[in-house]
């Protein structure tokens, strides 16, 4: 275990629990192919995750009705008789909404996560190669973010912001910005100490071609199982959020807002908030083997 | 190192302390479960709802609403009006508040004054601000003195706004929002907040008997379904519930009374007559042609609703909505308004609304379908009630789906809401004939001459639609079978739970 | 030892007066004020009214004089009154931290209980089919919502099972009411934490095996079970018990939703309410506890990790 430094918080605190270490990149894909295949969770993962993406890409064009149509004939039909999921209370068909609401949950976790890793990254990386004021200023900054209840924060910045699904990435960006931050620090600081990066720095090559040569290919692994983890977690924070009725707008369907409606129909119609929670629960299972495999598989001590 | 580790487990699982289980108390208890915990108890101070209908229980007004909604009195047990602009009250006798002194003339003097001086900044001002002056000639005696005759003014003095408090404890507290100082029916015995009040009976209640019950538990189930649940396992003896699909399950129970009635608020599609095309008065009347009520009351409400004019159709003013044309849904009709306003095609317009109104959403959804049929491309705004409430004070919108709380006085809703001066005429709405109507129909304190100014008024509303007005929906309470005696009132107070008992 | 407790203390204070300044700001910067949100859309006052009652939401004062003021105040101790309740703030925090602290500590309970055996497995049969499974269900609870599984929870309890859900009671009152009102909450939640628990359990675990004592203690003829429990287990067990600490620390503030759906009254409502309302001292009081308990929770674990691994020396 790495002793702490005297002056760390919560930041480094955290990720002194077993976490990925640096691998020592080898070259070959096809070794790397079949570590993964023999992981036996990450495929499963990552075919799932495949699958919903190709369904939410073809969704337009696969869905039986039009989302927004209403069949008041037909409001509350339960599973069955051309209604695959059932229908909602204004009779529009679950099972197209399920499907449709695929593009705003991917699309808004992939997103997301694209703004806290850029972000998130950015400044770990600086601050853990740099050092100085940079890191002291801007690790700090993370440690306030850190502290914050993950969920009231993104209520509090979708309040500020108002409800668009622009603003829905910035929240959730900004609010899983410090994971990236840290993993990027950390990397970066055992990077920096590493005799490679003397040696580089003796043969004359600057800070710029030492970062894209040595410290980007070293954080790239750790960063993975962070993105893989940190899309599970945006895909539940958006549905929190739609949830509790700062998302996506009606009638647009997406997950959360398809469960906050389907709330008071679980009694009458359960199919209406068990659909969407279970397709949920499927893509984010998808995230979560994949990030979990991965873990494993770039984890020297475990191999 | 491992004895460490066993050490830490050992303290981890003595964190939660065993202690004797505390007996409950004796006496009948009924347990009522509410979606709302209040914000402050001040009956003179609170704007909340949730509020009212717990303040309810510990205060009385001069006067109150009976379930039939007819004015009956409270503390005061007669009035009479000398003149248009002169009102005496006499109060009943030996009606003591919780801390065993006698309510007099000058506890209601003192209430009434307290409510008229704007540092108090009581929300029930608006209701009572008619009153230039307030007489306690005797004990029992009440005086008002008023400005202008005001039709609504018994009205206004039956809301929780008014209730009337003890002088002495205000002046004691400075206010009441934690303290309470009544002669209602129960007392405040314990308080959690967000969890629950126990309110235990005042055995020196005027009216004799009463409360039939020794203790009333109020809990705070923010859910719905939650709710419902509650009921059915009989963790609660009774249960408000406000959504349609959750009523229409709880009526699915053999053991549960869904006791229900026609409520007093009104739900409306508001237009800022000020943005075009609103500024069109044809434009708007298309729309309450377009739209089918009916089917707006299924989808939003589970049915349980009742379509409605401007005057709720729960209340005797009402004129049956089978005189108001345009509530037979016709497209055609609506198209022809629109081509005649010059929007052959229809056009572009938003919608807001907010998650906080139970349905809102649902209501918005339905019309904006239903508005595609008349080419209108209608985007919703769904927003955070803070947001919402911003908006709606800066008249920043097209058009906005409202909740608004009626009265079984005509005047005391449409006066404020529709007159070009009116304090909550957020649509910016401008009508002299209406203000001509509003304003006659207030000072007129003879119902028999009312009546007609109100159907002239309705009708006038509904072709100059400032809003649209939907419906009414439904009160609701669940009740096990053992509770008997509750009455429902319109106006969604639960005073008469002082007359409910439990028969097991 | 001391030297380093000081200075993680010290450490802490630009953190929760970076808290206090970030909370104070965003709160405000929410459109909507307090005033109108108070008076709703259905009240009419008078102008005159209407400066009272900022004069009286403390609202009439520039920003940055407000913050100022509330900070002084903070320092005394003071977190000021509910605009809307008119109730301390800091008594409706203390009334409310029982609770949060209970359904954290139950939810903990039950993950440990699912996922500690379960890692164990895992991990012994590593890469067989029942490690492939066991992994996937475990992470089913991750993956899950956990407001829609709290829902699905109380659908099938009520429903079908027809279990009163109990009003949730001090446990000072009776110990058995408190059980019975947060067991299925902190089942929800502890199905999450559970999946995050039996991964550190069976990657901790497999480290351990693979080290050098516990190949000599086969070496040295000891049983398979004997060496598991008296050498692999304790060992792989410290990094497991500083993500319960982590996620004691993320529990305290992470329930907000779920106390929604359960009726519980926690701090989570309390501020989702106060956000919602711009109840500000409510807001500002409850995330400086909220994140004060988070980093001291940090911190304390720090410290248990260095008490019961005396490899790990600070300072």
């Not at chain 1, 068909?93 to 499907?99: A, G, I, M, Q, T």
């Not at chain 1, 502290?147 to 929240?171: D, E, H, K, Q, R």
């Not at chain 2, 065993?100 to 003097?109: A, H, I, P, R």
């Not at chain 3, 989702?272 to 995330?287: E, K, S």
Request: proline share 6%; hydrophobic share 50%; glycine share 8%.
């Amino acid at each position: 275990m790495p002793g702490s430094t005297p002056a760390s918080t919560t930041a480094e605190a955290r990720d002194r629990a077993p976490k990925v270490e640096q691998p020592r990149l080898r070259t070959g894909v096809r070794w790397w192919a079949r570590r993964f295949l023999r992981n036996r969770v990450a495929p499963i993962g990552l075919a799932i995750i495949l699958g919903s993406m190709v369904i939410a890409m073809l969704a337009p064009a696969i869905v039986p009705y039009d989302v927004r149509k209403m069949a008041p004939q037909d409001a509350l039909h339960p599973p069955g008789g051309g209604y695959l999921f059932g229908t909602d209370e204004f009779g529009r068909d679950v099972f197209s909404r399920v499907l449709m609401g695929s593009r705003v949950s991917l699309v808004v976790a992939f997103l997301s996560v694209l703004t806290a890793l850029a972000l998130g990254t950015t400044l770990g990386l600086i601050a853990g190669f740099y050092g100085g004021w940079w890191d002291s200023v801007s690790m700090r900054a993370m440690d306030i973010i850190f502290a914050f209840p993950a969920i009231l924060l993104a209520i509090a910045i979708m309040a500020v912001l108002g409800t668009s699904l622009f603003n829905l990435v910035i929240a959730i960006g900004i609010v899983y910005t410090p994971q990236f931050a840290r993993v990027a620090r950390a990397a970066a600081l055992t990077v920096r100490g590493l005799e490679f990066v003397d040696a580089a720095r003796a043969l004359g090559l600057g800070n710029t071609r030492i970062i894209w040569r040595h410290l980007i290919p070293n954080v790239l692994a750790p960063v993975t199982v962070q993105v893989s983890l940190n899309l599970s977690l945006a895909i539940l924070s958006e549905s929190a959020l739609s949830f509790l009725g700062l998302g996506t707008q009606p009638p647009t369907p997406s997950w959360g807002n398809m469960l906050s409606e389907g709330r008071q129909f679980l009694e009458l119609a359960p199919w209406n908030a068990v659909f969407p929670g279970l397709a949920i629960m499927v893509v984010v299972l998808g995230f979560n083997l994949l990030g979990d495999g991965l873990r494993d598989l770039l984890d020297p001590r475990l191999r | 190192m491992r004895v460490r580790l066993w050490m830490l487990l050992v303290i981890a699982a003595l964190i939660l302390p065993a202690l004797p289980v505390r007996a409950a108390p004796g006496g009948t208890t009924l347990t009522v479960g509410v979606d709302q915990e209040v914000v402050g108890l001040d009956p003179n101070l609170v704007t909340a709802f949730s509020s009212f209908r717990r303040i309810d229980f510990l205060y009385n007004k001069l006067v109150r609403y009976n379930d039939r909604l007819q004015i009956e009195g409270d503390l005061a047990e007669s009035w009479e009006y000398a003149d248009s602009k002169t009102v005496t009250f006499k109060l009943r006798r030996g009606v003591k508040f919780h801390d065993g002194t006698e309510m007099t003339s000058e506890d209601v003097k003192f209430t009434l004054d307290r409510v008229l001086d704007p540092n108090t900044r009581a929300p029930g001002r608006s209701f009572i601000d008619v009153i230039s002056s307030v007489e306690a000639p005797d004990k029992y005696t009440v005086r008002l003195k008023l400005s202008l005759p005001l039709a609504s003014l018994l009205s206004g003095l039956s809301s929780a706004n008014l209730a009337i408090v003890e002088k002495a404890a205000v002046q004691k507290y400075g206010n009441l929002q934690r303290n309470e100082a009544g002669t209602g029916p129960f007392m405040l015995a314990e308080w959690v907040p967000d969890n629950f009040m126990r309110l235990v009976k005042n055995p020196n209640y005027f009216r004799r008997g009463l409360p039939k019950v020794d203790t009333l538990i109020i809990r705070i189930v923010p859910d719905q379904a939650s709710l419902l649940a509650g009921v059915r396992t009989r963790a609660l003896d009774m249960a408000t519930i406000n959504q349609g699909p959750v009523i229409t399950a709880a009526k699915r129970e053999p053991s549960l009374n869904v006791v229900q009635k026609a409520g007093l608020n009104l739900r409306i599609f508001s237009f800022n007559t000020s943005r075009p095309p609103y500024t069109d008065a044809r434009v708007r009347y298309a729309f309450s042609w377009a739209i089918d009520r009916q089917a707006i009351i299924n989808t939003a409400e589970g049915g349980f609703a009742t379509a409605s004019g401007p005057v709720p159709a729960s209340t005797p003013w009402a004129t049956p909505t089978s005189k108001f044309p345009s509530y037979a849904q016709n497209v055609a009709r609506a198209k022809q308004l629109l081509s005649e306003a010059g929007f052959p095609n229809g056009f572009a317009t938003k919608i807001v609304t907010s998650p906080t109104y139970e349905g809102g959403i649902a209501v918005a959804q339905v019309i904006q379908e239903q508005l595609r049929a008349i080419g209108v491309n209608a985007t919703l705004e769904n927003i955070e009630w803070g947001t919402y409430i911003n908006r709606w004070v800066a008249r920043d919108f097209d058009t906005m789906i409202e909740l608004r709380g009626g009265d079984p006085d005509p005047d005391r809703f449409l006066y404020r809401t529709f007159h070009s001066t009116g304090g909550v005429n957020n649509f910016l709405f401008k009508d002299a004939a209406i203000d001509r109507l509003l304003e006659r129909g207030r000072v007129n304190v003879d119902p028999d001459a009312r009546k007609p100014i109100y159907d002239e008024l309705q009708k006038a509303l509904i072709e100059a639609a400032p809003a649209l007005f939907l419906y009414v929906p439904m009160e609701t309470q669940v009740l096990q079978n053992y509770v008997r005696g509750f009455k429902i009132v319109g106006n969604g107070a639960l005073y008469y739970l002082e007359e409910a008992s439990v028969e097991r | 030892m001391q030297r380093y407790l000081a200075s993680r203390l010290l450490a802490l204070i630009p953190v929760l007066l970076g808290i206090l300044a970030v909370v104070f700001l965003l709160i405000r910067l929410i459109p909507g004020d307090a005033v109108q949100l108070f008076l709703g859309t259905q009240v009419e006052m008078t102008p005159k009214q209407m400066v009272e009652l900022r004069r009286f939401f403390g609202v009439d004062k520039p920003m940055c004089a407000q913050f100022l003021d509330y900070l002084g105040r903070i320092l005394r101790g003071d977190f000021g009154v509910s605009l809307r309740t008119a109730r301390p703030v800091l008594a409706d925090i203390m009334q409310r931290l029982p609770l949060s602290f209970q359904l954290a500590s139950l939810a903990l309970l039950i993950a440990m209980a699912i996922a500690i055996p379960l890692g164990i497995l895992s991990a012994v049969t590593r890469n067989s089919t029942f490690d492939v499974f066991t992994r996937i269900i475990g992470l089913l609870g991750l993956s899950m919502p956990n407001f829609w599984l709290g829902a699905m929870l109380i659908l099938i309890f009520s429903r079908y099972l027809h279990v009163s859900l109990g009003q949730y009671v001090p446990v000072t009152q009776n110990p058995v009411g408190t059980l019975e009102s947060l067991y299925l909450p902190a089942l929800a939640l502890g199905a999450a934490i559970a999946a995050i628990l039996m991964r550190y359990t069976r990657s901790s675990l497999l480290e351990v095996l693979g080290q050098e004592y516990v190949r000599t203690a086969h070496g040295k003829g000891l049983r398979g079970s004997a060496v598991m429990l008296r050498h692999a287990l304790p060992n792989a067990m410290i990094p497991v018990i500083t993500v319960l600490g982590f996620q004691m620390g993320y529990l305290l503030g992470g329930t907000v939703v779920i106390e929604e759906i359960f009726a519980l009254p926690g701090m989570g409502r309390l501020v989702l309410q106060a956000i919602f309302q711009r109840d500000y001292p409510v807001v500002q009081g409850v995330v400086l506890v909220i994140a004060l308990l988070f980093v001291l929770t940090n911190l304390a674990v720090d410290l248990l990790y260095a008490w019961i691994d005396p490899r790990i020396h600070y300072g």
